[in-house]
């Protein structure tokens, strides 16, 4: 389309230098994104090889076994869905995409038998809500992009990020219950 309309404006040269300008701005980002994700993926694996996110998921153990009470307490599904928050909270939904895999696949064995399993419980609801939500304590990828395109002080998206992705991450599940109650 946008070489139609060049070529009927006859700024045909504009947009092939937008479109080659474009490229070179995108690859420096990509460049810059690998820089951040490869810091950030290292220092989660610090966390994890020194059991600091270990440390982290049996803190809010007890508030995960809140929100997903239909969830059975012995079930490994509570540390995987504290482990994919955690990693999601630091900004790292990269590493958290694997532990939520797990959460789900979890919660479908931890079915019953009689149970139609072509439909999501109420607990992988939830979840998927909390994970749409997207909480961040700290936005990595926005974080590489604003760096990537000169901003002058990217982290001052850090607090503004936190305020909204918890009220979303709250609405999230405060929805899903009433929902929940709903849809019975």
């Known amino acids: ?3 139609i309309f060049g070529a009927i404006n006859g700024k045909l040269d504009a947009v092939v230098n937008a479109m080659l300008t474009s ?9 810059s994104l ?7 993926l290292g220092i989660m694996k610090i966390a994890e090889k020194s059991g600091l996110v270990e440390w982290f998921s049996k803190l809010i153990s007890p508030i995960v076994r ?16 504290a482990m994919n ?6 900004g790292l939904a990269n590493a958290a995409t694997p532990f939520g895999i797990k959460a789900m696949e979890d919660m479908q064995k931890d079915r019953e038998e009689d149970e139609d399993k072509e439909v999501a419980t109420n607990s992988m ?3 998927l809500g909390m994970n749409t939500a997207g909480f961040q304590l700290v936005p990595t990828t926005v974080l ?3 760096i990537a395109a000169g901003a002058k002080n990217p982290t001052e998206i850090i607090i503004p990020t936190m305020i909204v992705t918890t009220i979303a991450f709250i609405f999230a599940i ?4 009433i929902l929940q109650g709903v849809f019975r």
């Open 1 to 3: 389309m946008a070489f």
């Open 23 to 31: 490229s070179g701005t995108a690859v420096q980002v990509a460049f």
């Open 34 to 40: 690998i820089g951040i994700m490869a810091f950030w």
């Open 66 to 81: 809140s929100v997903f009470n239909e969830v059975p307490k012995d079930s490994p599904v509570i540390s995987d869905i």
């Open 85 to 90: 928050f955690t990693a999601n909270a630091l």
């Open 125 to 127: 609801c939830t979840f």
């Open 144 to 146: 590489a992009i604003l």
């Open 174 to 177: 405060v929805i899903s219950k």
